[in-house]
């Protein structure tokens, strides 16, 4: 029967050969097309970025963006982020029952006071702390950090003191340890001012 009617047999292979192979190539067009679309739009970005950054590498913008940070770190007012608030509230209370004495003292200057009014709050709301609050001024001995956890033996940190050290590391927040009597009542002493360690 294929050989009686081979003419017409060929034809409708070539016609369907023919036909699949426009139908593969119409897809594939539209697949390149979108892939070439694609590419031509990450040219454009490309360019852009490097027009932005003066033709920078991206290790020396990551540098310039490092160094800007660190330059708004040291004129922005400190504060306690949310979520330092909320670890050191988790981590400084007491064991249930007991209080603690602490005193917060804050230089009176820059952004001392507010940092020292965050503080308070938290030893507040973490509870079993009975705070006292106090403003200085003519600082000598200035922690460089800004913050002074004050201990009569930095040696031998009573149970209070190391809470509130361990607290503060665990929300990297850094800190100087110096010697310095208790006040009545109290087992330890903060002291923020204007931090010198630029």
Do not use: H
Not at 104 to 129: H, K, M, T
Not at 181 to 193: D, T, V
Request: net charge positive; with cysteine.
């Amino acid at each position: 029967m294929i050989r009686a009617n081979f003419p017409l047999f060929a034809v409708i292979v070539v016609l369907m050969i023919c036909a699949f192979w426009f139908i593969f190539n119409w897809s594939y067009g539209i697949i390149i097309s979108s892939k070439n679309s694609q590419i031509e739009l990450q040219d454009r970005q490309l360019a852009d970025y490097k027009q932005k950054l003066d033709g920078a590498s991206p290790d020396q913008a990551k540098a310039r963006i490092d160094a800007l940070e660190t330059r708004l770190a040291l004129v922005e007012p400190r504060r306690l982020t949310t979520s330092q608030r909320a670890g050191l509230i988790a981590r400084l209370a007491p064991p249930a029952g007991e209080f603690r004495g602490i005193s917060i003292a804050s230089e009176a200057s820059g952004d001392s006071p507010q940092l020292g009014a965050d503080f308070a709050s938290v030893f507040r709301a973490a509870g079993g702390w009975n705070i006292t609050e106090a403003g200085v001024m003519g600082l000598g001995n200035r922690p460089p950090s800004g913050i002074a956890v004050q201990i009569p033996d930095p040696n031998n940190p009573s149970r209070a003191a190391k809470i509130v050290m361990n607290s503060f590391r665990s929300q990297n927040i850094r800190f100087d340890v110096q010697q310095a009597p208790n006040m009545p009542g109290m087992e330890l002493s903060l002291l923020i001012c204007t931090k010198i360690d630029r």
